[in-house]
Every structure is written in C-alpha cells, then in structure tokens.
C-alpha cells in the first residue's frame, strides 16, 4: 500500500482499512476505494489533512 501523499512505501496498517505513512506521519483509511488522509493535531486527535494548517491560520 503506497501513501496517496507522497506515494512512498513506508505505510503500516494500524486498523481495518486504516493505514499510517511513516515519511509524512498522515493516517489515511480507505474506504470504497475512496481515500481520506488525516493527520495527528496537537492534541493528540485526528484531523482531516489540511485543516491544522486552516486553523492554524486563524
Ligand atoms: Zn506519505
């Protein structure tokens, strides 16, 4: 399974359909053939990509 971020190889599967990419620290799950990518918010939660660097804006 390759990272749909930066395509690279170091992905481990940490749930059903849950995947984590060692080279970007993302979670991504698939669903459906459909991805969601995440990544870890300061707080330990999981935030869907890109609205830390939203919120982090405000
Ligand atoms: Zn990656």
Redesign the pocket.
């Known amino acids: 399974m390759n ?1 749909p ?4 190889k170091f ?1 481990g599967k940490v749930g059903s359909n849950q995947y984590f ?1 060692w ?2 620290c ?1 979670e991504f799950t698939i669903n459906n053939n459909k991805v969601v990518i995440y990544e870890l918010g300061d707080d330990g939660n999981l935030l869907p990509y890109g609205e830390k660097k939203a919120a982090e804006g405000r």
């Open positions: 990272c971020l930066c395509g690279g992905t990419c080279e970007c993302v």
